[in-house]
């Protein structure tokens, strides 16, 4: 049973510049969320999509967007990068999403210059 | 939301118990306590999670009190492999704006020692 998977692990981009990245959820889930993490700190909640809609959304500008297709997984789109954009994202994928488990990929380890 | 406290760190020898505590005194009588752990620049990892009773699985034990205003986790026989960020998580209520958010604190890193 495959868990959570995200592409790329790795990443790096310039200031100004767009970043897309990917998340499978776990077999059998439909819920997806995303998750920032700076460095020395918990991860922070992005927004999380059900049914191919955002459904919750945390603290976060405009410039962070998402998508959810048909077969549940799901795309981060962050556009005008900052240095401050460089962490940790995280997927994770739950069933419903309502309070149930979520169970995080390994993360992509985003670096803007 | 209910907020959860814990220590910055602690230590624990290979081959005993870790007991993790977690204050989560303005907890609603409908939200979860969650434990996670995340292991250096890992995904954070599931462990466990309980209502009112107490829980246990094949990783851990999660023990709360009656008051439902602390919880401990137990990892029974640490490992160096233990070693990590443990976040224990209130899991906002169904019935609040903000259910299906995972609010993650600092944690407590662990350090298992031979």
């Known amino acids: 049973d495959a868990g959570v998977t995200q592409s790329p692990t790795h990443l790096i981009k310039t200031r100004g510049q767009q970043v897309t990245l990917r998340c499978s959820p776990k077999s059998g889930h439909d819920t997806v969320s995303w998750y920032q993490q700076a460095l020395g700190q918990g991860p922070q909640f992005i927004f999380q999509?059900?049914?191919?809609?955002?459904?919750q959304r945390g603290n976060f500008p405009d410039r962070f967007s998402g998508h959810q297709f048909p077969n549940y997984s799901s795309e981060l789109n962050v556009n005008a990068l900052l240095l401050g954009d460089s962490a940790l994202y995280l997927c994770a994928s739950s069933f419903q999403g309502r309070g149930e488990t979520q169970y995080f990929g390994p993360g992509t380890r985003l670096l803007v210059l | 939301d209910a907020k959860t406290t814990q220590p910055t760190s602690m230590d624990c020898a290979e081959g005993r118990a870790a007991n993790l505590p977690c204050n989560h005194s303005t907890i609603s009588g409908n939200e979860y306590v969650y434990w996670y752990r995340q292991i250096h620049s890992q995904g954070p990892q599931y462990i466990i999670h309980?209502?009112?009773n107490n829980e246990t699985n094949e990783m851990a034990s999660l023990i709360i009190t009656e008051d439902r205003k602390s919880s401990t986790l137990i990892l029974p026989h640490a490992t160096l492999r233990d070693t990590a960020v443990y976040y224990c998580i209130v899991s906002p209520s169904k019935t609040t704006d903000s259910w299906g958010k995972l609010q993650f604190g600092a944690g407590t890193q662990v350090v298992v020692t031979p």
């Open positions: 309980g209502l009112k």
């Open positions: 999509y059900y049914e191919e809609e955002e459904r």
